[in-house]
C-alpha cells in the first residue's frame, strides 16, 4: 500500500525537539505507583531547566552529563540551543561542529548534531547538506539510534517518502526501543497511518525504560483515544491517578493540562491547571520564547500562556486553527497577535499567518492592511501587492486598485538585493538568488501587464510585458505581449509575439495560433505563417543557448566503471562511446531531483531512439534503498550506485546533471532545479544528437 503524507517545517521541528519545552513525571497504569521514585536523567533535568530560561544550570547539568558521556547526543544539543538563547547567532555554533567533524572524521556525533542544529534552525528547504551529514552519520554508526533518527529527519517533509521515513524510524526504534524522541515521533507516524497497535507497543516500550515520562504517557493515552472513543473513561482515570500522584510538578501538571484540553476537550479544568502551573513556576515556557520557529498549536499556547498572552484568545486561536471558518480564523488569528507583548520576536511569523488568513476569507482590504505592515519588516514584502492585484483582476474587482497594487509591486521589486545565505543554504548563493528574483520579478510585471491592459493604459502594460518576456518567455507572457500589441495596431511585432507562444508550447500557444492566422491574413503584405512560425522557433533555441551558456563547456569527462544498485552489472564510459550520455546524480532525499524525474522520463521517450542514454546515479549511503525507492515508483530506467562518481567530481548539492557527446566529452552541466529546466536539457541533448561523432 502506497502511504503519502506530508510534514511541514514546523512539523519537523517539533518532531526533532518534542514540541514547546519538556515533560516529566508520569508513569504506565497505574501512574501514581512510582512517580516520586524515578530518577531524572540529566537529558531530561537540562531541559526541564531550559524550558525555565535557567541557563546557568543547565550548564553545570550538561557539563556533568558529558563528563559521565561524552558522546550524549541529546546533552551536546541543549548546550547547542543554550549556547544559541545567549548568542541570538547559529552560525558560530555550527562552524564550531564543522570543525570537530573535519577534525574527527569518524565520529558520528557531531555529524548528528549537525543536523539537529540544521532542522531546528529552520534550514529545512535546501536539504542537499543534510541529505550528505544524515548518510554519513549512518555510514559511520549503522548501530546508532540517534544516526537512523537523523536519517529519518531528512526524510520528513519529502512527499512519498512514507515507506522511506517507516523504515528509518522502525531501525531507530529497533535499535533502542527506550529513546523517547525516536518512540515519540514513529508512534506519531504510526498513528497518522491509523495502524494503532503498533503505536501502541512503540509507546508502551518506551515507557518501560521511561517510567516518569508525561509526554510518552499523554501519547500513548491519545493514541488509545483515536483507536476507540470507549476507552475515555479508563484514560481519565489514569488521568485522575496521575494528578493526584504528583500535584506539585509544574512539567507534569502543563503536560496533562494540554492533553485536558485539547484531547478531553475539558477546557475550564485545563484553564485551572494552567493557573496552578504559573503559580508553582512563575517562570514556565521563558526558555523557549525567543524560538524563531514555535509550533503552530498546542506549542504556541504553552509558550504565548506563561508569556503574558490572553487565555481566551489562545483558546480562540487554537480552536480556528484546526476548525474554524475562514473568518473565525482570521477574526483568532487577529486576537493573538493583539495579545502578544510589544517587540516579541514572534510577530512576523504571525502578521504572516494573518495575511494568508485574510486572503483565504477573500477579505482583500485586510490583506493589504496586513501587508502594509510586513512592508514595514522587510520591503520585499511589497511583492504580496502583485498576488493582491492578480485576485482583483481575477474577480473583476476594483481594476483601477488592482494597477495600483501592481505599480507598487512593480515598483518594490525593481531592484535585486543578494542576501549572504545563512548556515546549511550553502547553495543559495548569489546565482539563485538572483534566478529567484527573476521569476519573481517576471510574475510581478505579467500582472502589471495585466493590470494596465484592463485600465487601457497600453503604453505601461507594453513596457512591463517587453521585461518580462525577456526575463522568461513563457506561452503566458508572449501571449499578453501580443495582446497589448495587437490592440495598440502594431501586427507584425504582435504575430511575432503571437508565435512565440506557440513555439513554448504552453496553456496558451492554441489562442496564440488562432490570433496569429488572423493577423496573418489583416498585416499588408501578409505573413507566411511557416517563415514566422520557424523564426520563433529559431528565437527559443537561442534564449534557450544564452540561458545556459554558462554551463555549457567542452572538456574530457574521466573514465568510470559504474555498478549497478543490485551489484549484478557493471557500466563503463567505453561502453557509452557513440551515444548522447545525459548522467543524473541524485539522493532518494532529494526533493528537487524528483521533480527532475518525469522530465527525464520523456527524455529518453523522445530521444532514445536517436542514440541517447540516460544513466541515473544514487548516491545514497545504502544501494538497496535506492534501488526500493526506483522500484516502488516503478521508474523506467537502470540506477547505479554514485557516490564514487560524484565524490570524485566533488559533487555538492543535488540535483547534478552532466551531458556527454557521442565522443565523451562533458559538454553541459545543469546543478539544481529550477523551473523550466526541462527545455534547457532537450536544447543541449538535440543539438549534440546533430553532432557526428569524432567531429
Known amino acids: 500500500m502506497k502511504r503519502n503524507f506530508r510534514f511541514s517545517r514546523t512539523v519537523a521541528f517539533i518532531l526533532f525537539f518534542g514540541g514547546a519545552g519538556p515533560v516529566v513525571a508520569q508513569t504506565p497504569a497505574p501512574p501514581s505507583a512510582a512517580v516520586s521514585e524515578v530518577r531524572v536523567s540529566p537529558e531530561r533535568e537540562a531541559a526541564r531547566l531550559f524550558n525555565l530560561g535557567r541557563y546557568d544550570a543547565v550548564d553545570a547539568v550538561v557539563a556533568r552529563g558529558l563528563a559521565a558521556n561524552p558522546d550524549d547526543v541529546e546533552l551536546h544539543v541543549i548546550a547547542a540551543r543554550t549556547r544559541l538563547m545567549r548568542t541570538s ?89 527506550g529513546n523517547r524522541l525516536v518512540a515519540l515521533e514513529y508512534s506519531r507516524i504510526l498513528k497518522d497511518l491509523k495502524e494503532f497497535d503498533p503505536a501502541i507497543e512503540v509507546l508502551r516500550k518506551a515507557l518501560t525504560a521511561n517510567p516518569a515520562d508525561g509526554e510518552l504517557q499523554t501519547a500513548l493515552w491519545e493514541t488509545r483515544l483515536e483507536q476507540s472513543p470507549t476507552a475515555r473513561a479508563t484514560v481519565e482515570a489514569e488521568v485522575r491517578a496521575v494528578l493526584d500522584a504528583a500535584p506539585s510538578d509544574a512539567d507534569l501538571l502543563n503536560q496533562t493540562a494540554n492533553f485536558i484540553g485539547n484531547s478531553l476537550k475539558d477546557e475550564a479544568r485545563a484553564k485551572a491547571i494552567y493557573a496552578e502551573v504559573r503559580r508553582l513556576e512563575p517562570d514556565f515556557g521563558k526558555g523557549n520564547r525567543r524560538n524563531r520557529f514555535s509550533s503552530w498549536g498546542d506549542g504556541i499556547l504553552r509558550q504565548y500562556f506563561f508569556a503574558g498572552a490572553r487565555y481566551d484568545q489562545l483558546v480562540a486561536f487554537n480552536k480556528a486553527g484546526k476548525t474554524g471558518t475562514p473568518a473565525e ?85 525593481r531592484t535585486f538585493t543578494y542576501v549572504p545565505p545563512p548556515m546549511g543554504f550553502d547553495t543559495f548563493t548569489e546565482k539563485p538568488q538572483r534566478e529567484f528574483w527573476e521569476m519573481t520579478r517576471g510574475k510581478v510585471l505579467w500582472v502589471l501587464g495585466d493590470a494596465a491592459l484592463r485600465n487601457n493604459d497600453l503604453k505601461t502594460a507594453r513596457e512591463a510585458l517587453r521585461e518580462a518576456v525577456g526575463i522568461r518567455a513563457t506561452s503566458e507572457n508572449c501571449f499578453l505581449y501580443g495582446q497589448v500589441l495587437e490592440k495598440a495596431g502594431d501586427l507584425r511585432p504582435a504575430a511575432e509575439a503571437y508565435a512565440d507562444a506557440v513555439a513554448c508550447a504552453g496553456p496558451e500557444a492554441k489562442d496564440a495560433e488562432t490570433r496569429l492566422k488572423a493577423i496573418a491574413v489583416n498585416v499588408r503584405p501578409r505573413l507566411a505563417l511557416q517563415r514566422v512560425t520557424a523564426a520563433a522557433a529559431v528565437r527559443k533555441r537561442e534564449r534557450l543557448r544564452r540561458e545556459v551558456s554558462g554551463e555549457m563547456v567542452s572538456e574530457p569527462f574521466a573514465p568510470f566503471t559504474l555498478r549497478t544498485l543490485d551489484g549484478k552489472r557493471t557500466l563503463t564510459l567505453a561502453d557509452l562511446r557513440g551515444k548522447v550520455v545525459f548522467i543524473n546524480i541524485w539522493s532518494t532525499s532529494c526533493s528537487f531531483c524528483r521533480l527532475e524525474f518525469p522530465h527525464l522520463i520523456e527524455l529518453q521517450r523522445k530521444y532514445g531512439p536517436r542514440g541517447f542514454v540516460l544513466v541515473s546515479l544514487a548516491t545514497d549511503a545504502d544501494p538497496a534503498l535506492a534501488a526500493r525507492f526506483l522500484a516502488v515508483r516503478q521508474l523506467p530506467f537502470t540506477g547505479y550506485d554514485g557516490r564514487q562518481l560524484a565524490a570524485s567530481h566533488n559533487v555538492g548539492g543535488l540535483p547534478m546533471n552532466y551531458v556527454l557527446d557521442r565522443n565523451g566529452r562533458l559538454r553541459a552541466r545543469f546543478h539544481g532545479y529550477k523551473e523550466g529546466i526541462e527545455d534547457h536539457f532537450a536544447a543541449a541533448v538535440e543539438e549534440l544528437l546533430d553532432e557526428p561523432a569524432n567531429r
Do not use: M
Not at 555554533?93 to 531546528?120: C, H, Y
Not at 555510514?139 to 512514507?162: F, K, T
Open 329 to 413: 480564523v482570521l477574526a483568532a488569528i487577529d486576537g493573538f497577535i493583539r495579545a502578544l507583548p510589544k517587540g516579541d520576536p514572534f510577530a512576523e511569523y504571525y502578521v504572516v499567518r494573518l495575511y494568508g488568513a485574510a486572503l483565504k476569507a477573500d477579505d482583500l482590504s485586510r490583506a493589504e492592511k496586513v501587508a502594509e505592515t510586513l512592508v514595514g519588516y522587510d520591503a520585499r514584502y511589497a511583492v504580496l501587492f502583485s498576488e493582491l492585484a492578480a485576485r482583483r483582476l481575477k474577480v473583476g474587482r476594483e481594476p483601477e486598485r488592482a494597477f495600483e497594487l501592481a505599480r507598487r509591486a512593480e515598483a518594490g521589486t
Open 89 to 177: 547567532s547559529v552560525e558560530p555554533i555550527v562552524e564550531d561542529w564543522r570543525a570537530l567533524a573535519a577534525r574527527e572524521p569518524r565520529n558520528a556525533t557531531p555529524v548528528i548534531v549537525l543536523v539537529r542544529l540544521g532542522v531546528q534552525e529552520g534550514y529545512w528547504r535546501n536539504p542537499p547538506e543534510f541529505e550528505r551529514l544524515a548518510s554519513r552519520a549512518v555510514e559511520l554508526a549503522p548501530d546508532s539510534a540517534w544516526a537512523w533518527y537523523a536519517r529519518a529527519l531528512v526524510l520528513i517533509g519529502q512527499d512519498g517518502r512514507a515507506d522511506d521515513l517507516l523504515d528509518a524510524f522502525r531501525r531507530a526504534n529497533g535499535l533502542d526501543p
